[in-house]
Nanobody, 119 residues
Framework: HVQLVESGGDLEQPGGSLRLSCQAS???????MGWFRQAPGKGREGVAT???????TYADSVKGRLTISRDNAKNTLYLQTNSLKPEDTAMYYC???????????????WGQGTQVTVS
Protein backbone atom coordinates (compact mmCIF):
# COMPACT_ATOMS: atom_id res chain seq x y z
CA HIS A 1 0.00 0.00 0.00
CA VAL A 2 1.63 3.21 -1.22
CA GLN A 3 1.53 6.21 1.10
CA LEU A 4 2.85 9.71 0.49
CA VAL A 5 3.04 12.25 3.29
CA GLU A 6 4.09 15.84 2.61
CA SER A 7 5.49 18.30 5.11
CA GLY A 8 7.35 21.60 5.25
CA GLY A 9 4.70 24.03 4.05
CA ASP A 10 4.44 27.31 5.92
CA LEU A 11 3.78 31.04 5.72
CA GLU A 12 6.82 32.72 4.18
CA GLN A 13 7.67 36.23 3.06
CA PRO A 14 8.35 37.04 -0.61
CA GLY A 15 11.94 36.19 -1.43
CA GLY A 16 12.09 33.56 1.27
CA SER A 17 12.72 29.83 1.05
CA LEU A 18 11.05 26.63 2.15
CA ARG A 19 11.98 22.97 1.82
CA LEU A 20 9.09 20.64 1.22
CA SER A 21 9.43 16.92 1.90
CA CYS A 22 7.40 13.92 0.85
CA GLN A 23 7.92 10.72 2.77
CA ALA A 24 6.98 7.67 0.71
CA SER A 25 6.28 4.17 1.86
CA UNK A 26 4.98 1.00 0.35
CA UNK A 27 6.88 1.03 -2.91
CA UNK A 28 10.40 0.76 -4.28
CA UNK A 29 12.44 3.44 -5.97
CA UNK A 30 11.20 2.46 -9.44
CA UNK A 31 8.66 5.24 -9.61
CA UNK A 32 8.61 8.65 -11.17
CA MET A 33 7.72 11.31 -8.62
CA GLY A 34 6.44 14.80 -9.05
CA TRP A 35 5.31 17.93 -7.26
CA PHE A 36 2.04 19.56 -8.23
CA ARG A 37 0.32 22.58 -6.78
CA GLN A 38 -3.20 23.94 -6.68
CA ALA A 39 -4.13 27.50 -5.83
CA PRO A 40 -7.66 28.41 -4.73
CA GLY A 41 -10.01 28.45 -7.70
CA LYS A 42 -7.42 26.98 -10.07
CA GLY A 43 -6.62 23.58 -11.45
CA ARG A 44 -3.79 21.36 -10.28
CA GLU A 45 -0.60 22.21 -12.17
CA GLY A 46 2.68 20.39 -12.49
CA VAL A 47 5.69 21.99 -10.83
CA ALA A 48 8.52 19.48 -11.27
CA THR A 49 9.16 15.81 -11.90
CA UNK A 50 12.07 13.49 -11.26
CA UNK A 51 12.52 10.01 -12.68
CA UNK A 52 14.34 7.03 -11.22
CA UNK A 53 17.61 8.07 -12.86
CA UNK A 54 17.37 11.52 -11.33
CA UNK A 55 16.44 13.36 -14.51
CA UNK A 56 14.31 16.39 -13.74
CA THR A 57 11.82 18.62 -15.53
CA TYR A 58 10.36 21.93 -14.38
CA ALA A 59 7.50 24.21 -15.19
CA ASP A 60 8.73 27.42 -16.83
CA SER A 61 7.28 29.47 -13.99
CA VAL A 62 9.58 27.86 -11.40
CA LYS A 63 12.80 27.23 -13.33
CA GLY A 64 15.79 28.57 -11.47
CA ARG A 65 13.87 28.98 -8.21
CA LEU A 66 12.60 25.52 -7.29
CA THR A 67 14.66 22.34 -7.20
CA ILE A 68 13.30 18.81 -7.02
CA SER A 69 15.41 15.99 -5.62
CA ARG A 70 14.95 12.53 -4.18
CA ASP A 71 16.77 10.32 -1.71
CA ASN A 72 15.91 6.77 -2.67
CA ALA A 73 17.59 5.33 0.43
CA LYS A 74 15.22 7.37 2.58
CA ASN A 75 12.25 7.07 0.20
CA THR A 76 11.92 10.83 0.38
CA LEU A 77 11.17 13.44 -2.25
CA TYR A 78 12.12 17.08 -1.74
CA LEU A 79 11.26 20.44 -3.25
CA GLN A 80 13.58 23.30 -2.38
CA THR A 81 11.77 26.54 -3.00
CA ASN A 82 13.81 29.75 -3.21
CA SER A 83 12.95 33.35 -4.11
CA LEU A 84 9.32 32.66 -3.31
CA LYS A 85 6.67 34.85 -4.89
CA PRO A 86 3.07 35.48 -3.84
CA GLU A 87 1.96 33.56 -6.95
CA ASP A 88 3.65 30.46 -5.50
CA THR A 89 0.91 30.35 -2.85
CA ALA A 90 -0.86 27.02 -3.19
CA MET A 91 -1.38 23.59 -1.73
CA TYR A 92 1.59 21.49 -2.81
CA TYR A 93 1.12 17.79 -3.49
CA CYS A 94 3.60 15.03 -4.22
CA UNK A 95 2.62 12.24 -6.56
CA UNK A 96 4.08 8.97 -7.76
CA UNK A 97 3.55 6.73 -10.76
CA UNK A 98 5.42 4.33 -12.99
CA UNK A 99 5.89 6.95 -15.70
CA UNK A 100 6.61 10.65 -15.54
CA UNK A 101 3.93 13.01 -16.82
CA UNK A 102 2.80 16.60 -16.48
CA UNK A 103 -0.77 15.42 -16.41
CA UNK A 104 -2.07 15.03 -12.88
CA UNK A 105 -4.66 12.35 -13.73
CA UNK A 106 -1.84 10.09 -14.91
CA UNK A 107 -0.55 9.73 -11.35
CA UNK A 108 -1.98 6.90 -9.28
CA UNK A 109 -0.65 7.94 -5.88
CA TRP A 110 -1.03 11.27 -4.08
CA GLY A 111 -0.24 12.79 -0.72
CA GLN A 112 -2.64 14.93 1.26
CA GLY A 113 -0.80 18.18 0.49
CA THR A 114 1.10 20.84 2.40
CA GLN A 115 0.15 24.52 2.28
CA VAL A 116 2.62 27.15 1.12
CA THR A 117 1.57 30.76 1.61
CA VAL A 118 3.78 33.61 0.43
CA SER A 119 2.73 36.96 1.82
Amino acid sequence: HVQLVESGGDLEQPGGSLRLSCQASGFSSVYCMGWFRQAPGKGREGVATIDTAGSTTYADSVKGRLTISRDNAKNTLYLQTNSLKPEDTAMYYCAADIFCSWMAPRYDYWGQGTQVTVS
